[in-house]
């Protein structure tokens, strides 16, 4: 728990303190009858330094296990995820070895394929007990340049950053051998059926779609992460969208995440009212969507004092920005001093707004965020136009972001106010099927329509003008 599960010690059990293997079967069981889908987080990167493997790499230079991690007389200049060198000194055996997070967390060496076959079976392993894929941590970061060339320095460095990004990863990020490892994963994964693969992968959108592999047999979902980073207006985000869009490989499947447990949550970023804005983004763009929890009633960030702080990303480098715990505060299933989430002491503490902002107090108030996330959630299932629907004419006009799903006769006009005042749109005939940030569904519409600030409309368009006028 160095790095709160990110660092195993052993790829085939549950850790005591989450359960027990029976535990996980039933989760996996009454989850399947739900006809919910469980895909685990696999961590192929590094290994714990408890892990049986490492203790045996470190215990000598002529381990069988030695050449399973990277090991150099010599470090070169790459850094830590979390700051400072990523190479650590192992005085026993008088060697550095490579950690791209924690030195807790030593780097695999997937340019051995003893290792690469013990972590196929970690993935058959959870295949057979019946889990529908993995999310694949920093799956960019898995091969490493085998000269262990220095990376040059990152001209846009701004100081005050984490010292993680002094340098350009170009040696220890993103090398082409990547791709053979990740088609690998992907056979062992396709053994399956129906099973899923997903990366994590941080990189520029045209060095993403690489990750879909060649003839897409790569990850099914190399995530998107463009809307994360994106500033928060319509000429911003139309430009991601189209971006994407554009350069997706034929016949890939898209996908879109708002937020995750290492990036600040969507609510804070683009404030409590535009939360519903971008919940209609989210369910309205091509493909499959990644919710995080509390998005669906809101959360925010929680403060942190330093005395809570438990990330080690915070710790190594406080008071710059690092630390990710303001976006894993417990859920707030009530309005209880514990929220519902706990009898003990919550490992980190509870928002200030909880009394209000919780499931149980949400549910009450039908126009509340999370009954919009219900409602897209069963308007996505009702309308495969909105999954995958043609997307069409993106356009961004002052706050105004709009665009089209068309699927056959189906056509849905999306209406999206990312600023605070009020902008005319242009619109066919049609009704609005959701409204977020006002009360207008069932409204019909037709030539013109006004879109509050903060509102998002989705309207079903009933027949084009085109028609109308030849009609
Ligand atoms: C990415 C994970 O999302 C993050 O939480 C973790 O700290 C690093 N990988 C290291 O595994």
Redesign the pocket.
């Known amino acids: 728990m160095a790095?709160?599960g990110?660092?195993v010690a052993d790829y085939c059990t549950i850790d005591p303190i989450f359960g027990t293997m029976q535990d996980f079967d039933r989760l996996l069981e009454e989850a399947h009858r739900r006809s919910l889908k469980v895909i685990l987080?696999f961590?192929p990167?590094?290994t714990s330094d408890q892990h049986p493997w490492f203790l045996d790499s470190r215990s000598s230079r002529e381990s069988p296990k030695r050449d399973w991690y990277l090991w150099r007389d010599e470090p070169n200049n790459w850094m830590s995820?979390?700051g400072g060198s990523g190479w650590e000194w192992d005085e026993p055996t008088a060697q550095y070895y490579y950690h791209?997070?924690?030195k807790e967390?030593p780097d695999l060496n997937w340019r051995n394929p003893a290792v690469r076959i013990a972590m196929y079976d970690a993935l058959r392993f959870w295949l057979e007990r019946g889990v529908d894929g993995f999310r694949v941590?920093?799956m960019w970061l898995l091969i490493k340049d085998n000269q262990f060339r220095d990376n040059p320095p990152n001209p846009d460095y701004p100081p005050g950053q984490s010292s993680g990004n002094r340098l350009l990863t170009l040696y220890n990020a993103n090398r082409p051998e990547v791709h053979v490892v990740v088609a690998e994963m992907r056979t062992v994964v396709d053994s399956y059926p129906g099973r899923v693969l997903i990366g994590?992968i941080y990189l520029p959108v045209k060095e993403l779609m690489a990750y879909y592999g060649q003839d897409l047999k790569g990850a099914n979902l190399p995530f998107n992460f463009l809307l994360l980073q994106s500033a928060w207006n319509a000429e911003a985000v139309a430009q991601v969208i189209s971006e994407y869009m554009n350069v997706l490989p034929a016949r890939a499947w898209p996908n879109w995440v708002l937020g995750?447990?290492?990036n600040a949550r969507i609510a804070t970023r683009v404030g409590v009212q535009q939360a519903q804005v971008a919940a209609m983004l989210l369910f309205t763009l091509p493909g499959t969507l990644t919710m995080y929890y509390g998005e669906e009633i809101g959360m925010t960030n929680v403060p942190i004092t330093p005395e809570d702080v438990q990330d080690?990303?915070e710790k190594n480098q406080p008071g710059i920005g690092m630390g990710?715990d303001p976006e894993r505060t417990p859920m707030p299933w009530n309005g209880s001093r514990l929220a519902g989430f706990t009898d003990g002491r919550p490992w980190l503490p509870l928002g200030a707004d909880h009394a209000t902002v919780n499931v149980e107090a949400l549910e009450q108030d039908r126009n509340s965020i999370l009954h919009l996330y219900r409602k897209l959630i069963a308007l996505r299932r009702k309308h495969p136009a909105l999954i995958d629907g043609e997307m069409r004419s993106v356009a961004a006009d002052q706050n105004l972001l709009r665009y089209e799903r068309v699927d056959g006769d189906e056509r849905f006009l999306v209406l999206l106010n990312l600023g605070h005042s009020s902008v005319q749109a242009a619109t066919e005939i049609g009704i609005v099927i959701v409204a977020a940030g006002s009360y207008r569904e069932g409204e019909r519409v037709d030539n013109l329509v006004e879109v509050k600030g903060s509102e998002a409309l989705l309207i079903k368009i009933e027949r084009s003008s085109t028609r109308r006028a030849d009609s």
């Open positions: 790095d709160f990110y660092d987080d961590v990167n590094h995820n979390f791209s997070f924690l967390q941590d920093v994590e995750n447990h290492d080690p990303a990710r």
